[in-house]
């Protein structure tokens, strides 16, 4: 399991960061009546997106972490929690998007779309 890049910033912006809870139920439509609805698992995948801001050598960085250690976002790694700002408590996470990313005054403004795994 590799390591989010020591190279690169640590925390995603708060600006634009969103989470949800993981999905843990399944809902069967019914003939007649409401759908019914019950607990698929004990956990699940917690989704996040945010942005990062990146300086011109560490979108290059990025860039190379991406497409080569991470074989295009298919493999997980490891990177802190967003939201535990305390601690530097390291959890598993995979690309759920294709990063992209816009001109930011002169640094570059990176959107993501991961997953936390149990």
């Known amino acids: 399991m590799v390591d989010w890049p020591k190279t690169l910033p640590q925390r995603m912006t708060v600006d634009g960061y969103g989470s949800s809870m993981p999905n843990l139920t399944v809902k069967t439509a019914m003939e007649v009546g409401p759908a019914k609805i019950r607990r698929r698992t004990t956990c699940g995948v917690r989704p996040i997106k945010g942005t990062i801001i990146f300086t011109h050598d560490e979108l290059a960085d990025f860039k190379t972490f991406f497409e080569d250690t991470i074989l295009g976002g298919s493999l997980r790694f490891n990177w802190i929690d967003p939201e535990i700002v305390d601690e530097d408590i390291s959890v598993e996470m995979r690309f759920t ?7 930011f005054g002169n640094d570059w403004k990176v959107s993501l779309g991961l997953e936390i795994l149990p």
């Open 97 to 103: 998007d294709i990063p992209s990313w816009t001109p």
